[in-house]
């Protein structure tokens, strides 16, 4: 069974920057459409950037486009989120999530259940 596991989540000041990891032990990535998901504190999760397998095709939350980049290397088995400009909107539980079926990318982005995610890494944005 698929496992994610996240990294690189930590505590910046506003407008700085992180690079979150996902990766898959034992398992290979290039199956899966990939995604990442937040949670704030008292607030519903939401979509923050969507990648194809072959990571040719990406979409993004509103709020996070032109700061955030999501990539993926499968050579490598993983993905990223490189986060720029970060503000103290960004704080929140992130995680990745896999999408072993074939729908249009901002589907998962606005509510296609994914077929696994991960346990989350943690960014906190204060000053």
């Known amino acids: 069974q698929l496992q994610l596991v996240e990294s690189g989540g930590e505590s910046v000041q506003p407008g700085g920057s992180l690079r979150l990891t996902c990766t898959a032990p034992?398992?290979?990535?290039?199956?899966?459409?990939l995604g990442w998901f937040r949670q704030a504190p008292g607030k519903e999760r939401e979509g923050v950037a969507i990648?194809?397998?072959?990571?040719?095709?990406?979409t993004y939350e509103d709020s996070v486009r032109g700061r955030f980049t999501i990539s993926r290397d499968n050579a490598k088995n993983m993905m990223y989120l490189q986060m720029n400009d970060l503000g103290p909107e960004d704080t929140g539980l992130y995680y990745c999530?896999?999408?072993?079926?074939?729908?249009?990318?901002?589907?998962?982005?606005?509510?296609?259940?994914?077929?696994?995610r991960g346990p989350g890494t943690r960014v906190t944005v204060s000053a």
């Open positions: 999530t896999a999408y072993n079926d074939w729908a249009p990318l901002s589907a998962y982005l606005y509510g296609l259940s994914p077929t696994t």
């Open positions: 034992g398992a290979t990535l290039d199956e899966f459409n």
């Open positions: 990648i194809s397998r072959d990571g040719q095709e990406t």
